[in-house]
């Protein structure tokens, strides 16, 4: 059983205001990434971390930012929300390609977000 | 261009029965893998199976099966003995070398009913 987290699972906000998606892994990967996800739809890469203080954008710009400061803690932040932020959020981890094996992603439950 | 195709947005099965789920890629790099997760609908990506780019056979993991046919460019993936379990969404995943940095690529995905 993977073990990375999310908090919160549901959140509901009004437009404007700051919010913060938490995302934490026990199992010491490397890399990191934050997904944005319609129901039924795609994945859209939206930020991703090598490592510590190793941050990158990815395909989607959702006006949002992370930190790396810790191995085991990626937060997503939306500094303004707005009504196009609704989506789910999935948090992934997975370890570096350094070693043998097959180095899948682990996938947190995610966060609905719903910006009214 | 997409990387990762997959050309059924909805497919329908009988219980009991086999089914194959497509999955195109594109790619240059001669080095990659490819990856397929499952979701259903509480949301979460389950890890299926994985094939190398420089595996001489077909993955296997229990009743699900990789046809990787690296001519094509295509990584099938066959459920046999369909379960009502397995009614979630099926996503192809392709991670490439150092020309694409190790991030996976997302198909759009595949929509999978089990009938009893």
């Known amino acids: 059983e993977a073990d990375i987290y999310q908090t919160p699972r549901y959140l509901v906000i009004g437009t404007g205001k700051k919010i913060t998606l938490e995302c934490s892994q026990t199992m010491g990967h490397d890399k990191m990434y934050w997904y944005q996800q319609d129901p039924g739809m795609e994945l859209h890469l939206i930020h991703y971390s090598y490592g510590v203080n190793s941050t990158e954008k990815g395909d989607l710009s959702s006006e949002s930012t992370v930190s790396r400061i810790r191995t085991e803690h990626f937060p997503l932040t939306l500094e303004s929300a707005r009504p196009s932020h609704t989506s789910q959020y999935l948090c992934a981890s997975s370890d570096s390609e350094t070693g043998t094996g097959v180095h899948e992603q682990y996938f947190g439950p995610g966060t609905r977000l719903t910006v009214t | ?116």
Not at chain 2, 15 to 23: F, G, Q, R, Y
Not at chain 2, 48 to 65: F, K, M, P, V
Request: with cysteine.
């Open chain 2, 1 to 116: 261009a997409q990387k990762i195709t997959q050309t059924q947005p909805g497919m329908f099965v009988q219980e009991k029965e086999a089914v194959t789920l497509d999955c195109t890629y594109d790619t240059s790099d001669p080095s990659y893998g490819l990856f397929w997760y499952k979701q259903p609908s509480s949301g979460e990506m389950i890890f299926l199976i994985y094939q190398g780019s420089y595996d001489q056979q077909n993955a296997t993991e229990g009743r699900y099966s990789l046809n990787f046919q690296k001519a094509r460019k295509s990584a099938n993936l066959v459920i046999s003995a369909s379960q009502l379990g397995d009614s979630a969404m099926y996503f192809c995943a392709m991670r490439e070398g150092r020309g694409g940095s190790y991030i996976p690529t997302f198909g759009r995905g595949t929509s999978l009913i089990v009938h009893p």
